[in-house]
């Protein structure tokens, strides 16, 4: 008997080694993105970061960033910044906002930005398919807008928060998350608060019918496996959650400004130009740019850093919320 079980719990359903192995009886064995650093002062970038539970039941919760510069000087207790709201990749399966690269990332967004980071925690697929991680990040934006007035519980939003100067950003499946969180701004509002912008970071969009080079590209069907295991229930590759064009309410995106990156040889690229393509064939009434980076692959800005490409990133990201 004991033999027979350890053989059962040992079979896997779906491997995406190196990210993630999904096994028959159900067992998520998540293979990188659980590492977890604490909030704390980063000596780096000067910026505080502490931890937020907003529903013990759901675990949801958001990690804040803030300029210590903010806290210490007593003239700056009335200075209000721009709202930075972030939501992390990996297929909606794995990663944290604990983790060391969105942690540091957001340190640096912050820095350089001058602005207020909240860094939203999710709940996974498989283990909670989605809609849980669209449900969890709206939430998690209606907590943040709860502030407005000075009435929400954490005092950091209360009293920095430009609630007029806010923005959505995320990379890969959380540039889903901020477009479709976007969507449900223009759809059904935020009182108070004004989207100013979104940033997409190589999302996370797919579709039936291959693009561009995705007919070539060795890992494309396993996109496709990749978005049945988040979302079992889900109709298929175009579905309008994952194919954006397909969406009739694409042209609600509660914003007018949009940046998008693209990675020349990310296997996603082909679908930033189309998101773009599909805005503006539906007349939608917004800017959107298309940042390419040469010679780089999917999120290689969180995986290197320090490169001066992942700094071209950065400093672009930093000027779309300056207006500069």
């Not at 967004?109 to 925690?121: E, Y």
């Not at 496709?224 to 609600?252: E, F, H």
Request: aromatic letters at 10%; glycine letters at 8%.
């Amino acid at each position: 008997m004991a033999t027979n079980s350890i053989s059962t719990d040992d079979e896997v359903a779906y491997d995406f080694a190196p990210f993630i192995k999904v096994y028959k009886n159900g067992r998520v064995e998540r293979l990188i993105g659980e590492e977890f650093i604490p909030p704390s002062l980063d000596p780096t970038t000067n910026v505080e970061s502490k931890d937020v539970v907003i529903s013990n039941e759901e675990a949801i919760s958001v990690r804040l960033f803030i300029p210590k510069t903010i806290l210490d000087d007593s003239s700056n207790q009335n200075q209000k910044l721009p709202l930075f709201v972030y939501f992390h990749g990996g297929a909606f399966c794995i990663e944290t906002p604990f983790s060391p690269n969105y942690h540091n990332y957001l340190n640096k967004v912050v820095s350089k930005a001058n602005a207020i980071g909240v860094s939203v925690h999710y709940r996974r697929a498989p283990e909670h398919p989605l809609p849980f991680a669209y449900d969890d990040s709206w939430l998690a934006l209606k907590w943040v807008a709860s502030h407005l007035g000075g009435n929400g519980p954490d005092g950091w939003l209360n009293q920095h928060a430009d609630f007029e100067n806010v923005f959505f950003s995320g990379d890969s499946a959380g540039a889903n998350l901020a477009h479709h969180m976007g969507i449900r701004v223009g759809l059904e509002g935020l009182p108070g608060v004004k989207l100013e912008g979104i940033v997409l970071i190589h999302p996370y969009f797919w579709g039936v019918d291959r693009i561009g080079s995705e007919s070539s590209q060795e890992f494309a069907p396993k996109v496709d496996q990749l978005w049945r295991i988040a979302s079992p229930s889900t109709s298929g590759s175009d579905d309008p959650l994952i194919n954006p064009d397909k969406d009739p309410n694409l042209v609600n995106l509660g914003t007018k400004r949009l940046l998008v990156f693209v990675a020349e040889k990310d296997l996603l690229k082909d679908r930033g130009y189309y998101y773009k393509e599909s805005l503006e064939k539906r007349e939608w009434n917004g800017i959107v740019n298309v940042i390419e980076t040469k010679g780089e692959d999917h999120v290689f800005h969180l995986f290197k850093p320090t490169s001066e490409e992942a700094l071209t990133l950065l400093n672009d990201v930093v000027t779309f919320i300056k207006h500069d």
